[in-house]
């Protein structure tokens, strides 16, 4: 099938064989003539690229036929069972493709158990989720997980199946009903690199059943798995060494790349594409508005390689996006490669993920804030920020997940700094053990070897206020305070959707008794998975002294404020960026600008005042007299504007 000369008329006289199997689907599914004729019309234009893709991962195969047709009755009878208020947003999002794009897009993320203990509770939460501010919240996994540990919900053993102690299906399908009325899109997890070692395909594989022993990679003694071990890194190097694990029952090798319960599946085989494409059309139809694609880095494997980042795995990807076109076209793709920056932008497109995390942009700004320069940031910002049309970042700060230190070494060379030691002195900034830190984090994956290591711990805790509430000292928490909000300030402006990890708006501190849950024990992340503290909400609580609710209060209150103009702010939709040019290392300064609306953001991450002149913010704005929006200041530029220790502002002409 590669070798075919001609393939887009091998395409269309493959749509033409297709055909009658299509309208036999139709005829027995009892499908009306405008549900037929909206995929059809949608399938003529897909389909050239969906061969394509799907001819350069499996062309080679003798059964390609039977399973591009097997593919394709999947979506088209995931179309058909669509509810039909997702039909309805489905054509208005066709018609309306940047919605995402928009200003007032800004996101929340949780986990429910930790948030509102099931999904009931959660529903009665959607008031303080608009009462915030989001227009978007991702539910961390919630899906049926194998006992113990599980990777905080990423061992999936059902993709159709809530967890129980969260609720169930109908729940969620609830819970996203209640979200869209509220105007709050809902986003899970696609788990799609990985299952569970009790998932039913697992549980066969381990039966003996050799057709679910080809969903996966398993080999009878070390020859393979040594092979391919010569290319390949350790992601979890304390937890175990290597990327297989021997089953004592099958006595064989399975492909681990995370943990030894989670299973890597072969998208070699394309029984397992369209298995997983399935998966991924059911979560779609309980109301879910984007698909956070996990670990899109490793999906294909290839000897002699990394196993990361192979054009296959992108190959895959635009399968998906080009199948979801289909069956759910209102649906988007969110990409989660923390990865090289290089390696980032290669999976944002409007025909792969038109989202995507911003790690590096996440890893700078806790930089600039360890060295109180911004020369770094503005060396990657220079040419990293912009993205194809019709795409955008999630600008986020604090995750579920570690922070890792992903600026490129190349950016770094240019304004002086040798990358490998930076990442040592953030990673003993960032755990406390540099002189002068302000932060309290923990070690996450620290690779003795290599030594390659990422940061734990909350918002809150890394920016000083577990440290300052520690000493009681009021000038310490000023600045923790200070920092955090400056740090909204800039994810809310500078281009993309701000993410806040819920319970940053209220400054929630480390939770050190994770250690007490053997499954979570050896796992540093929980230290930033606290339970949401819900006294802070309550005007008097035993457990809350007036200082503490007046520091918590401080925080919601600004980032509330911040969320509430950002939504009346035009500039600050889409990713047209600009720098200001500065000659003053601790500050941070661009320019947003849509139409005829401009905001000019400034941000010092220094411990003192810092003089910004007022010729260049002129220049930059093109006016004389600008207002902060967020202190309601207001600034004549024939003066040097004056910043206060870890100030932002957002400056538009008056």
Known sequence: MNNLLDVPTEALLTRRRLQPRLEALWESTGADEVIVEEFETRLDEVWPRLF??????????????????????????????????????????????????SEKMVGGALYVDLFSENLGKLRQSISYFKDLGLSYLHLMPLFAVRPGDNDGGYAISNYRSVDPRLGTIDD????????????????????????????????????????????????????MPDQYERTLREIFPTVRRGNFTWH??????????????????????????????????????TGVDILRLDAVAFIWKKMGTSCENLPEAHTVIQAYNALARLAAPGLLFKSEAIV?????????????????YNPTLMALLWESLATRETKLI????SHRHQLPKHTIWVNYLRCHDDIGWTFDDNDAAQVGINGFDHRQFLNQFYTGQFPGSFAHGVPFQHNIDTGDMRISGTMASLAGLEQAMQLDDDRLKDLAIRRI?????????????????????????????FVRDPAKANDTRWIHRP???????????????????????????????????????????????????????????????????????????????????????????LGRFFEDQLSNTTYQTSHDLELQPYEVVWLRRV
């Open 52 to 101: 394509r893709l799907l001819l350069e991962l499996y062309g080679d195969r003798y059964d390609f036929f039977y399973h591009l047709e097997q593919i394709l009755q999947t979506a088209a009878q995931s179309w058909v069972e669509r509810p039909d208020d997702l039909k309805k947003l489905d054509r208005h999002r066709i018609y309306e493709e940047d919605w995402f794009r």
């Open 172 to 223: 969620l399908r609830d819970l996203g009903r209640d979200l869209r009325e509220s105007g709050i899109s809902l986003v899970l997890d696609f788990v799609f690199n990985h299952t569970s070692d009790d998932h039913e395909w697992a549980q066969k594989a381990q039966g003996g059943d050799p057709e679910f022993q080809q969903y996966y990679y398993i080999y009878p003694d070390r020859t």
């Open 248 to 285: 004592d029952g099958m006595q064989q090798w399975v492909w681990t790349t995370f943990n030894s319960y989670q299973w890597d599946l072969r998208y070699t085989n394309p029984a397992v594409f369209r298995a997983m494409l399935g998966e991924m059309l059911f979560l779609a139809n």
């Open 340 to 356: 090289h920056p290089d390696d980032v932008v290669r999976y944002i497109s409007p025909e792969e993920c038109q989202i995507s």
């Open 378 to 381: 503005r060396q990657s910002l």
């Open 485 to 513: 909000i400056l740090l909204h300030g800039i994810t809310l402006s500078i281009g993309g959707i701000p993410l806040l990890y819920l319970g940053e708006e209220w400054g929630i501190l480390n939770d050190y008794d």
């Open 531 to 621: 339970k949401m503290r819900w006294e802070y909400l309550e005007e008097h609580h035993e457990h809350v002294t007036p200082e503490d609710r007046a520091i918590r209060r401080r925080l919601f209150n600004s980032i509330q404020r911040m969320i509430k103009i950002r939504k009346e702010v035009p500039a600050v939709s889409g990713l047209n960026m600009e720098l200001v040019p500065l000659y003053n290392q601790h500050v941070l300064g661009y320019s947003r600008i849509n139409d005829s609306d401009r905001l000019i953001v400034l941000a010092n991450f220094s411990d003192y005042p810092q003089s910004v002149s007022g010729n260049i913010v002129r220049t930059a704005g």
